[in-house]
């Protein structure tokens, strides 16, 4: 074969593989879809794109008291930082599409000059370990984007979940504030009619004194539950990425009722491991940095090895012209370097990812009984407050009612069970929405990621060490 021939043969391959791959977001967006099926608190949504349409989406969704669902549609379609982490997606793509694509040739021209004598010398270079092993780079790189559809995958299903819960602690706050504004009212008619009786002297400064003292400790927990409602809207409004006119949204007025029962649910460790994705993603790594090992070794002893063509053109002051071609082989010698370090990083980056892998599922199985037994837990006492405490505390205020009504109680016995009933109130509210948190969390505990911090993706500089890198 000709040094013209092995030069345009190189070309041609260079160009072929530089077309193999492109760019795909609508397709990053569907995998992310797929992924997600089924894992975002309950409620389906298609991922978008368009601003147009989101803000449609999202004006319509504002028009009726936001539910749950509600909620969360609306923080996948417009929460920022979501469409950030698209955006990485994109990027991981466009790394995975120049991975497949060759290195550029290099092109040198020089000129000598001896008397009346000039010589050119020209030279093309390509990075023949770029062509040799871009099939892998690209396969390589093609794992690495799979990890980054994983990890926006996972952070849809966060973001849905921190919705709903937003959404359960503002409905929450809302239902405490409503009825701690009933407390106050009626503490403030407790004050007014001791003030009264008292100046008559038909009241004790003592009894005055407590009825004050109850008026002033409902007047602060309302300026408490105020304050936490305020902050559980914020959340919830930065969550679904809202400003201006439209943080004027109207939240339901009270939390879902409790389920009639719960099913037992079997397993559920084995499901954590089989269904959830910072499981596979863990699993997915360390394939991936084995296949890797054994590549590391082979280019580590042909990095730099490049092929080049020269042509050289002499010109004597007579006009004359001598043309000279060749071509140039460059092989680095292994004479310092003999790669053992590189070796052993790519050995130990593998142990990592395996070991890695264990620490997550160990992390699954335990989080998968903790969220299992608190959401039960949760469910028990929730049912509890409903079919007992609640009902019992009705039966006596219904009693101290009707003895009222037949002159057999005062107001002040009314007033005493309305204080009484305070704390079993707030304690049944409080007991529904841990039950709604506990399901949210065991839903992504089974079938997203850890209901902690979001698994941050690999820095580039472990992910990057088992690539070749090309020069």
Known sequence: MTHRTLLASASALAVLLAGCTSLTPEQNLNDVQ?????????????????NNEIDAAVAELLKAPLSAESAVRIALLNNPGLHSALAALDISDAQRVQAGRAFNPHFSIAEFA???????????????????????RAKWQGQQHELAKLQAAQQVIVLATETRKAWINAVAAQQTVAYM????????????????????GNWS????????VFLADAAAQLARAQQTLFSERERLTRLMGLWGAQTQFTL????????????????????????????????????????????????????????GYKHRSLVDGTGAREEKHGWELRLPLPIFDWGTARNARAQALYLQSATRVRD???????EAREAYHGWRTAYDLARHYRDEVVPL?????????????????????????????????????????????AEADLQLTLTGTSPGTLARPRSSGASMASAPQGH
């Open 34 to 50: 797929q992924l997600t099926e089924g894992r975002t608190a309950g409620t389906s949504v298609t991922l978008q794109r368009n």
């Open 114 to 136: 001896e008397g009346d004598k000039r010589e050119i010398e020209r030279m093309l270079r390509f990075d023949v370990v770029g062509l040799l092993f871009l099939p892998w």
């Open 181 to 200: 504004g009933q407390v106050k009212e009626a503490a403030e008619a407790g004050s007014e009619l001791a003030r009264r009786m008292a100046r008559v």
């Open 205 to 212: 400064k003592l009894q005055q004194a407590r009825e004050q």
């Open 252 to 307: 339901a007025e009270r939390l879902p009722d409790l389920p009639p029962q719960t099913a037992d649910m079997q397993n559920v460790e084995a499901r954590a491991l089989r269904e959830r994705l910072d499981v596979r993603s863990a699993v997915a790594e360390t394939g991936y940095v084995a296949d890797s090992l054994g590549m590391v070794k082979t280019v580590g002893y042909l990095d730099g090895l490049t092929l």
């Open 360 to 366: 997550v599922a160990v992390k699954a199985r335990s």
């Open 393 to 437: 505390r009705k039966a006596i205020s219904d009693e101290v009612l009707l003895r009222y009504n037949g002159m057999l109680a005062s107001v002040w016995d009314l007033l005493g069970d309305m204080r009484q009933q305070v704390m079993s109130v707030n304690n049944a509210i409080e007991a529904q929405r841990d039950f709604w948190l």
